[in-house]
């Protein structure tokens, strides 16, 4: 049975280095990580294959913007024929600290729209996720203008995800129980 992976993010260059786009970044590091591209679109999604401890896994970027990300996800389970258990989300979460991971089993949106979306087309709550920390605004910042910052930490961004197969291991391990 194949695994499905999902970065969740927004689309366009604008986006590329916010904290929102984390998902993205991370299954970008993925596909890096296992020697291949995302150069096929389905079910409104950039996807690409690959083999992960002898296991096909699909990695998905929705082409639909973060907070419809159930349009694309949706189909795709559908497509694969995939229970929840088999699914992977990765996104960002302002209650964790910046670069922390959590991993989860069902659950709620936590405040996430990429999430609500994916649970509103689902019908249920039952996928696991890979919440990435990117902390809490300063200030009164407002938590929407936050998220679509750049993240300036270059540290963030680079070093703890070059470890791309213990984060594909941790992640699929702990989340999924893969």
């Known amino acids: 049975m194949p695994k499905l992976i999902v970065g969740l993010g927004n689309i366009g260059k604008e986006y590329e ?10 299954v970008d ?4 990580a296992w020697g291949v591209g995302f150069t096929k679109k389905k079910f409104q999604g950039s996807y690409t294959e690959a083999f992960f401890e002898g296991e096909k ?8 913007f973060m907070n419809l990300s159930g349009r694309s996800v949706g189909p795709w389970l559908d497509f694969l024929k995939l229970e929840g258990r088999d699914c992977l989300v990765i996104h960002d979460d302002l209650d964790l600290s910046l670069g922390r991971l959590r991993g989860q089993w069902a659950g709620g949106s936590g405040g996430n729209k990429g999430i609500a979306s994916i649970l509103e087309v689902l019908g249920h709550p039952d996928f696991c996720r890979l ?18 910052s750049a993240n300036s930490s270059s540290r963030f961004w680079f070093k703890p995800w070059r470890r791309s197969k213990f984060l594909s291991k941790w992640g699929l391990t702990h989340s999924c129980g893969w």
């Open 131 to 148: 919440r990435v920390g990117i902390g809490r605004p300063p200030g009164r910042m407002d938590p929407a203008a936050y998220v679509l």
């Open 17 to 26: 280095k916010t904290r929102h786009n984390v998902g993205f970044f991370i």
């Open 29 to 32: 590091r993925l596909a890096e």
């Open 57 to 64: 896994v699909f990695l998905l970027k929705p082409q639909t």
